[in-house]
């Protein structure tokens, strides 16, 4: 740990480090949501709705009793009024850090806690009055960390307004990955992510992330997680230590026919399978290759007109001579033979490679292996750009934020 100063620390409660360029972040996470008292449901200034109202969508990966799970899940309605508050149920993880907004604003940090509610809106927060359209306000919230989740208890608005869902996008993608797809160690996580990237920056797409930290490919126990994503991917909750004290070694399977299917699953797993710190050490090439083409034959079957992207992964640099190369260990051959695999067996063309070789260099990963915040926008550009010519899908983020705080890279005229 840094040597953080006095005076900083105690600038806000959410303060926490976030460094850059080895400086404290002034202000990491700035539009901390107001604690309040709970509201009754009766209450005479609220209107108050419960968890399974209709007009709240869920994104990403939640159970029956509305809690989050995986990688970057959240919420979102429209609203009239100038007032939204949540209520956070007692499966909320203590000081988990959401990102919220109103409609394409930028985005907000609001540490939440079990039990509480908080009002993220008020008549003087930022973008509440300049809809230029006469349109109501989005709200919407994501949770950042992969680990840690909220337990939505009641949505509240202004008594004598309400909220309205929100359609869904015509399209979805869904990423089934490790700690690189959930953004381990970038500086808002999930939503640093090259995952985030990709669907975000799509802008009229849904996504769900079933990604988590350390998971293999391969049932197998890796990094203190029981199963891998073969048997995992098929399940509500994630492999972490919440889910398993909820719902122990049963988690509640994805009821894959209720919801939206992806028309684009992208997969990046393997690293954690050819990690020699695996429980069990590495998986061998064979069995992962198997492995893989197990994968893609599920997504198949759950999601029988989808396009699948296999994603070679990509190991670090080493330096060698004056200059730097890439660990070539990651499962080459094992992913390509997979994806060829389909070709002749299926005559369908619906499983496609994607090289990764050459989108990041020796400076896009960090000293923990997983890419910078530089290195998950490099990799979600490529991606964008792969599916725009393949599949002809458009480029639909035409001004909302994506990326939060990038500003401070350079936003100066002077250099
Ligand atoms: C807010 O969330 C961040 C990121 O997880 C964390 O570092 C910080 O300690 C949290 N603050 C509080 C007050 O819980
Ligand atoms: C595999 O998981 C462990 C534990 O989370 C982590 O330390 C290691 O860096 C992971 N490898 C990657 C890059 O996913
Ligand atoms: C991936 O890209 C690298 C760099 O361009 C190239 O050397 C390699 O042959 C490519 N791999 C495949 C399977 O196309």
Redesign the pocket.
């Known amino acids: 740990m840094r040597f953080i100063p006095a005076f900083l620390a105690c600038l806000s ?5 976030i460094l850059e360029n080895g400086q404290a972040r002034l202000n ?2 700035p539009g901390q949501a107001v604690k309040i008292p709970n509201i009754a449901d009766n209450d005479p200034t609220w209107k108050t709705y419960p968890p399974d109202a209709h007009q709240i969508s869920y994104k990403g990966r939640w159970c029956s009793k509305y809690i989050s799970w995986w990688s970057s899940p959240g919420i979102n309605f429209r609203y009239a009024g100038d007032d939204v508050a949540i209520t956070f149920g007692e499966h909320t993880s ?4 959401l990102a919220w907004r109103i409609s394409g604003q930028p985005w907000n ?1 609001a ?1 939440v ?1 079990a039990g509480d509610t908080y009002q993220f809106i008020n008549k003087d927060t930022p973008g509440q009055k300049t809809a230029v359209d006469g349109q109501q306000n989005t709200f919407e919230f994501r949770v ?2 992969w680990a ?1 989740g909220v337990q939505l208890k009641r949505v509240h608005v202004t008594k004598g307004t309400r909220i309205y869902g929100i359609p869904e996008f015509h399209r979805k993608i869904e990423m089934i990955g490790d700690s690189l797809t959930a953004g381990y160690t970038a500086t808002y ?1 999930g939503i640093s992510s090259f995952a985030w990237g990709l669907c975000e920056g799509l802008g009229n797409v849904e996504f769900t992330f079933t990604a988590y930290s350390g998971i293999c490919l391969t049932d197998k126990l890796c990094w203190g997680n029981p199963r891998g994503q073969l048997y995992q991917w098929l399940q509500t909750s994630d492999t972490g230590f919440r889910a398993q004290q909820i719902y122990g070694t049963n988690p509640e399977p994805w009821p894959f026919n209720k919801h939206q299917k992806a028309d684009i699953v992208v997969i990046n797993l393997g690293t954690n399978d050819s990690n020699q710190g695996t429980e069990t050490g590495r998986v061998p090439d064979a069995e992962f290759q198997a492995n893989y083409i197990k994968l893609i034959a599920s997504i198949h079957e759950k999601y029988p007109r989808a396009q699948v992207i296999a994603m070679q992964i990509w190991q670090g640099f080493y330096s060698y001579g004056n200059t730097h190369l890439q660990n070539l260990d990651g499962y080459q051959a094992g992913i390509l033979a997979a994806v060829d695999s389909f070709k002749k067996k299926d005559g369908g063309n619906f499983v496609h490679y994607f090289n990764t070789t050459g989108i990041l260099q020796h400076n896009d990963i960090n000293p923990l292996w997983h890419p910078t915040d530089t290195g998950h926008i490099k990799v979600a550009a490529h991606l964008m750009q792969f599916i725009k010519l393949k599949f002809n899908w458009e480029l639909g983020n035409t001004g909302k934020e994506v990326y939060s705080h990038t500003t401070y890279w350079n936003d100066l005229p002077d250099y």
């Open positions: 409660l959410a303060t926490a480090t990491p996470y203590n000081g988990v850090l940090f540490n806690t950042t960390n840690l996580e």
